[in-house]
């Protein structure tokens, strides 16, 4: 497996790869940047906000729910026209939005933390039918949130913790009880960050710091490692005409000329099959 670098760009903060199934091209954003970017494979767009973006779900053809510093919005890729849908910590200057993706019900869950990454600063919430919830707080960094192909478990992690957690999900896609521990990377001293799960169920997790997406079992146990050639690898992204493309991001925030590619994208083919991105119901 032979990487190759889907865009040059280099990103503060690399995050939030979406592949669009309709569109067939991958989105992320920049978070530090304020910037939204589209690759088709052969071209790049990008777009740039008044404050910072971290993560989408698609609506339709053309439309992304956005999560940003301080409300969801839908954001209109061909006419840059933004709509509020709802209030995110707005009234709390020192968080932003971090990680976060639509789940199998039409509902989108995102994660919160402290801009200087504060203790116990961040939350999860989950938007669904014109509510936004909190479901989980007292959490530091928020990452790995994904959903099991059978739409009974969903995944999520404090990265500051090292540990991810897994909940069951009700016939509504809302937690049936409480997360409970489901992978410990203590003792290999890895740092959880963005996460998808495969068509099969396994787990695939960026790890901040070790340049790769490893792959766990559902039970947890380690399959293989996808090594990238960027230290700060923040979260992957399957996509592709046959689902069979892993894409990445990366972040270049504390970094210097040790890391060369530092902040680009990568893509690369695995012999798994990831999950069709599911569809925001507003």
Known sequence: MTETVLSKTSCTLGEGPLWHPGRQSLFWFDILGHRLFEHTGSDQREWTFDRAVSAAGWIDNTR???????DL????????????????????????????????????W???????????????????????RK?????SI???????????????????TKMIQRVVLDQSGWPAGDAEPWLDLTSEGLNPDGAVVDAAGNFWNAQWGASRVACYSPEGAFIEAVEFPALQISCPSFGGPDLETLFA????????DEDPLRGQTFVKQVSARGQAEHQVIL
């Open 249 to 256: 991001t990366s972040a270049a925030t504390g970094l210097g």
């Open 142 to 160: 928020t990452n790995a949130i994904c959903f099991s192909p059978d739409a009974r478990y969903a995944y999520f992690t404090d990265t500051a």
């Open 135 to 139: 479901l989980f707080d007292g959490i």
């Open 73 to 108: 919005f839908v954001f209109d890729v061909e006419s840059a026209t933004q709509t509020h849908v709802v209030d995110l910590e707005a009234d709390n200057p020192l968080t932003r939005s971090n990680d976060g993706r639509a789940d199998p019900k039409g509902g989108f």
């Open 64 to 70: 992304l729910l956005i999560a940003s510093e301080r």
């Open 110 to 132: 995102i994660g919160t933390m402290g801009y200087e990454c504060e203790p116990g600063a961040g939350a999860i919430y989950r938007y669904y039918k014109g509510e936004l």
